[in-house]
């Protein structure tokens, strides 16, 4: 038994359901942690706005997380960390952990030069280019080729299914192109695609290595925790709780496909709320599963 | 020359870009009506929230419009006008007009019992009732078909045009159970599916009439302001302002595709300033043309 003991929670965020599937990868990896979620259904999605605004967004939302007194904050969301994970990092008492980075040095470490990684993400994530950056600052002469592809994530939160004709079409469209380049691995540069794993698979083939930032974020959370002393050392299984800025129920049902498990409780808070200095949280009023 | 002349704008608030369409609608039968428009684009889309986030943003939208001094403000949304219409309309000190009881009066007018009439929109829009309610105030008798079609919005916002593959799969998926129920009319319940109108009358046919409630609600417009003597005598074209929550280039661009018209100037205004008594408006600073 580990002799410290930080049973403080982890803090995860994201603009909407898909940072659930980090949290999944956190509890795989870190499965006697607590974890606390924000999800900011009500102005979701990230990645087709602005620097600025994803930037105030993130700040109301940290300010919120710190109530939590939290151990560290993921920021579970490509956009958000492609755009200003340093300024979060500057400005935060607590180690701030962003997906890129991660996926980067993940699809770095698989293949070499001049083997070509593929980088599939949000327009924002694409614009900021900062895959390309993190890929560049560990190997300059990788070469790294990148793609928008807005629907995959409007085709996830709606609830299509990833062998749906209309997925699979999608996929073909926004590949086509990549394909032919025979990439050695593609980054899934945004947390919902992994919900669509198995179809980009079977259509990039056995070939291409699929890097899912997520997974790769909750390695680097635990060897970060380790190195602080900061793991807890429960025995049982870490809590989970859940607050979103609308539509609990919406989250609940959806959510627990992203998460692999069943979200039982969510919590609502409203936009405005974040920032206050004690945010109001009725639990009796606002959780869907009441 | 009509003798009273009533100068003041035309107010038109969307979540994003589908009120464009009833701009268009509003500029075809009104040309020389001045018209200002906001979209909430760092806060789209309104469709998967709940009435209770839409309501709020609505309400700050109504306070910014104010300073426009409109001689009326139309809610160019279906979901707004489904689910909080009768507030802004108490709340107001100007007429506010919304597209679903026009929408539902002309699909009423055209057929009779026992003729189906389809309501396409989105889940909020479809969660409401408002269409079958609107419908059944007229003409109790008539049946009243609703189905959410949650992917046509992201189709239309992410710039895919009404004959890619993608767009007539996911017609078909939505409508196919529609079809067969040969309605004499299908209400266009949400102001995106007019850019998808032809696509949408090549599947279901030459004996449906698609009811697009934009051009309806722009006829209760000039009908109501006729009466109010508060039409316009001005001989030139009218104006067009355009403000958007985020994202002003991005609105510019994808917009003047649903304007019909370039889109040539948007001015940017944040959320948190919708509410402002004096919003804080610096047009060389945020104009999406500079």
Same mark, same amino acid.
């Given at each position: 038994m580990n002799v410290s003991s930080d049973r403080r929670p982890i803090a995860v965020f994201d603009s909407g359901l898909g940072g659930l599937t980090v949290v999944r990868a956190l509890?795989? *990896?870190l499965p006697h942690e607590d974890i606390v979620y924000f999800g900011?259904?009500? *102005?979701?999605?990230?990645?087709?706005?602005? *620097?600025?605004?994803?930037?105030?967004?993130?700040?109301?939302?940290?300010?919120?997380?710190?109530?939590?007194?939290?151990?560290?904050?993921?920021a579970a969301c490509n956009t958000v960390s492609a755009i200003c994970l340093s300024e979060l990092e500057s400005e935060m008492p607590v180690p701030v952990?962003?997906?890129?980075?991660?996926?980067? *040095?993940?699809?770095v470490e698989h293949g070499q030069t001049p083997d070509l990684i593929a980088v599939i993400a949000t327009?924002?994530?694409?614009?900021?280019?900062?895959?390309?950056?993190?890929?560049?600052?560990?190997?300059?002469?990788?070469?790294?080729?990148?793609?928008?592809?807005?629907?995959?994530?409007?085709?996830?939160?709606?609830?299509?299914?990833?062998?749906?004709?209309?997925?699979?079409?999608?996929?073909?469209?926004?590949?086509?192109?990549?394909?032919?380049?025979?990439?050695s691995s593609v980054v899934l540069g945004c947390t919902h695609y992994p919900m669509l794993r198995d179809a980009l698979s079977a259509y990039l083939g056995d070939g291409v290595r699929l890097i899912d930032s997520g997974s790769c974020t909750a390695e680097t959370v635990e060897l970060r925790l380790k190195a602080m002393g900061a793991l807890s050392s429960a025995e049982t299984s870490g809590s989970l709780h859940f607050y979103v800025s609308d539509h609990p129920k919406r989250f609940q049902t959806i959510g627990s496909r992203f998460l692999g498990e069943p979200v039982l409780d969510v919590v609502r808070i409203r936009p405005e709320e974040l920032s206050a200095v004690a945010p109001t949280i009725d639990p009796s009023l606002t959780r869907a599963s009441a």
């Open positions: 509890r795989q *990896r900011d259904t009500a *102005r979701v999605p990230y990645g087709s706005k602005t *620097r600025e605004t994803v930037l105030r967004f993130s700040r109301e939302t940290c300010t919120f997380l710190q109530h939590m007194r939290p151990k560290c904050i993921v952990f962003g997906v890129v980075r991660p996926g980067a *040095r993940a699809a327009e924002a994530t694409v614009a900021s280019n900062a895959y390309q950056a993190a890929i560049h600052a560990l190997d300059a002469s990788r070469p790294v080729v990148q793609m928008a592809c807005p629907l995959f994530v409007h085709l996830v939160e709606e609830g299509f299914s990833e062998h749906d004709p209309i997925v699979e079409l999608a996929i073909e469209r926004y590949l086509r192109s990549i394909v032919r380049l025979s990439p």
